[in-house]
T-cell receptor, first 112, second 116 residues
Framework: QQQVKQSPQSLIVQKGGISIINCAYENTAFDYFPWYQQFPGKGPALLIAIRPDVSEKKEGRFTISFNKSAKQFSLHIMDSQPGDSATYFCAASNFGNEKLTFGTGTRLTIIP | GAVVSQHPSWVICKSGTSVKIECRSLDFQATTMFWYRQFPKQSLMLMATSNEGSKATYEQGVEKDKFLINHASLTLSTLTVTSAHPEDSSFYIC????????????FGPGTRLTVL
């Protein structure tokens, strides 16, 4: 019940295209859903996060879509750039618990 | 703001020795610090949660006598890998949450441990 399932495992997108990564969770107590970006040999960095009281959040080229009834959330990267090539992790936590449960990661490659 | 540092960034040690990794919150006080390990091309696995001045809480399957965690102050937590073996070789990452904010975690840059 603590799992967060992430797909796809890897993704290749052409420059300028839209990258979409999906996550699904089981634990209905989760109420904080962040996305992290990680470059090789570096720690993850928070990209964008959402709480279940909204269905969408946008920051620049990055958008989270959240479907509470389906227990799914996704990351959309618009106008994908080669610099976006990295591994992306979704995560979820229960407010007050603070422990993050991470998805398995998606390796995104943006090709020219 | 909200910068977390780790030291060292990489370390190589011989099997049987102990290694200490430091995690510092540079510009904020951290109520809680977390330690993760990450194997190549895998996700982050939480090892333990530590609060300043109290004993760390370890995740199931993590040997607390092997991975000693000390959270001595609101800005410093240390992870000591005791009697390290080659299978302990991994990328160790810490994170911290700020005192006045709930659950946003700020991650350090990680420490690459290689045990020969």
């Amino acid at each position: 019940q603590q799992q967060v399932k992430q797909s796809p495992q890897s993704l290749i997108v052409q420059k300028g295209g839209i990258s979409i990564i999906n996550c699904a969770y089981e634990n209905t107590a989760f109420d904080y859903f962040p996305w992290y970006q990680q470059f090789p040999g570096k720690g993850p960095a928070l990209l964008i996060a959402i709480r279940p009281d909204v269905s969408e959040k946008k920051e620049g080229r990055f958008t989270i879509s959240f479907n509470k009834s389906a227990k799914q959330f996704s990351l959309h990267i618009m106008d994908s750039q080669p610099g976006d090539s990295a591994t992306y992790f979704c995560a979820a936590s229960n407010f007050g618990n603070e422990k993050l449960t991470f998805g398995t990661g998606t390796r995104l490659t943006i090709i020219p | 703001g909200a910068v977390v540092s780790q030291h060292p960034s990489w370390v190589i040690c011989k099997s049987g020795t102990s290694v200490k990794i430091e995690c510092r919150s540079l510009d904020f006080q951290a109520t809680t610090m977390f330690w993760y390990r990450q194997f190549p091309k895998q996700s982050l696995m939480l090892m333990a949660t530590s609060n300043e001045g109290s004993k760390a809480t370890y995740e199931q399957g993590v040997e607390k006598d092997k991975f000693l965690i000390n959270h001595a102050s609101l800005t410093l937590s240390t992870l000591t890998v005791t009697s390290a073996h080659p299978e302990d070789s991994s990328f160790y990452i810490c994170s911290a949450t700020r005192v006045w904010r709930g659950d946003e975690q700020f991650f350090g840059p990680g420490t690459r441990l290689t045990v020969l």
